[in-house]
């Protein structure tokens, strides 16, 4: 047993010159040319037996393993790694700090404990590598900045050149003033038609006091006009629709400037969002009231909608 971890703590291949890949005759030549007969012994018992090579090569790639692995954690100075291990399985570290150079965190010693000294080691490489690719992050950001400045500039001042003759162009648009004179509203309940069609089915209209309305009923299959009505706010009327589907729009306001300009620039313009179908069921025909103020419990939705639309 003991033996055979003397042999572990060495790297015979490396006293010997040769890969661990060399052909047997190849290692049987380096032994025979090796001029320590102590190690010309513990090769010829280990590489040259096959079981015992089989055996020895696992842990020796083992070893090498960990030699790189503590390198790249610039342990090849800790106490643990001496000897004859520390002598054939030290790798160079890729990190090791310039003389001028204070020693980076990852490189010192934090503790004499093996296991809290190597994790501390390992995360304070971590925080090096996070704080390295910060920095080259930052820098590829102000290079970019600093190549895109020119451009930005010269973007502006062409800007600014536009703008300037484009102000001189253009004059100051003067604002519409709606000088339409106010005219007498039509009475509660007048009726415009659009259709030759019969009125038959009942339509009752319900507002509150503040705002006059005028409702129109819009065909659904044609977007034609079918009729519109004038109702007073805080009054109600009741009329004859001819059948069919519509859509309800209305506008609304406090001062009349006639059909054309409506309730003028105040106007507010609105419509159902339910399709209303006035229909002859051979029993009875359908109709509908039309409550144009919020109401407890009440299934008419509305929206907004502008003069275009309307």
């Known amino acids: 047993?003991?033996?055979?971890?003397?042999?572990?703590?060495?790297?015979?291949?490396k006293r010997l010159g040769v890969s661990e890949s060399a052909s047997t005759n190849e290692i049987s030549t380096a032994i025979r040319l090796c001029n320590d007969s102590a190690l010309r012994i513990d090769a010829s018992e280990v590489l040259l037996n096959e079981n015992r090579k089989r055996s020895y090569d696992k842990i020796h790639r083992t070893l090498e393993d960990i030699g790189s692995l503590r390198a790249e954690f610039c342990l090849n100075n800790s106490e643990h790694w001496k000897d004859n291990i520390a002598t054939d399985y030290s790798k160079e570290s890729p990190h090791k700090a310039p003389s001028n150079q204070p020693t980076p965190a990852h490189e010192k010693k934090y503790s004499d404990n093996f296991l809290v000294n190597f994790l501390m080691k390992l995360f304070m490489w971590c925080v090096d590598l996070v704080i390295q690719l910060?920095?080259?992050?930052?820098?590829?950001?102000?290079?970019?900045?600093?190549?895109?400045?020119?451009?930005?500039?010269?973007?502006?001042?062409?800007?600014?050149?536009?703008?300037?003759?484009?102000?001189?162009?253009?004059?100051?648009?003067?604002?519409?003033?709606?000088?339409?004179?106010?005219?007498?509203?039509?009475?509660?309940?007048?009726?415009?038609?659009?259709?030759?069609?019969?009125?038959?089915?009942?339509?009752?209209?319900?507002?509150?006091?503040?705002?006059?309305?005028?409702?129109?009923l819009v065909n659904a299959n044609t977007g034609q006009d079918v009729l519109d009505v004038y109702v007073k706010g805080g009054r109600n009327i009741e009329l004859k629709v001819p059948l069919g589907s519509y859509h309800i729009k209305y506008a609304s306001g406090e001062k009349w400037y006639g059909y054309e300009h409506l309730f003028g620039p105040n106007t507010g313009y609105s419509k159902a969002d339910s399709l209303f179908r006035f229909e002859d069921t051979g029993y009875q025909v359908t109709g509908y009231t039309l409550t144009l103020y919020r109401v407890t419990n009440g299934n008419l939705r509305t929206k907004n909608i502008n003069k275009s639309q309307f």
């Not at 047993?1 to 291949?13: A, K, V």
């Not at 709606?178 to 038959?200: D, H, I």
Request: charged share 20%; glycine share 4%.
């Open 134 to 216: 910060l920095k080259g992050v930052l820098a590829g950001l102000l290079e970019f900045a600093l190549r895109l400045l020119p451009l930005a500039l010269i973007v502006v001042i062409a800007w600014f050149f536009i703008d300037a003759n484009e102000t001189k162009k253009v004059e100051k648009q003067p604002e519409v003033v709606f000088e339409q004179p106010e005219l007498t509203s039509p009475s509660n309940g007048s009726v415009r038609k659009w259709t030759s069609a019969s009125s038959l089915a009942p339509l009752s209209i319900d507002t509150s006091p503040g705002s006059d309305y005028l409702v129109k």
């Open 1 to 13: 047993m003991l033996m055979i971890i003397w042999w572990l703590m060495r790297d015979l291949y």
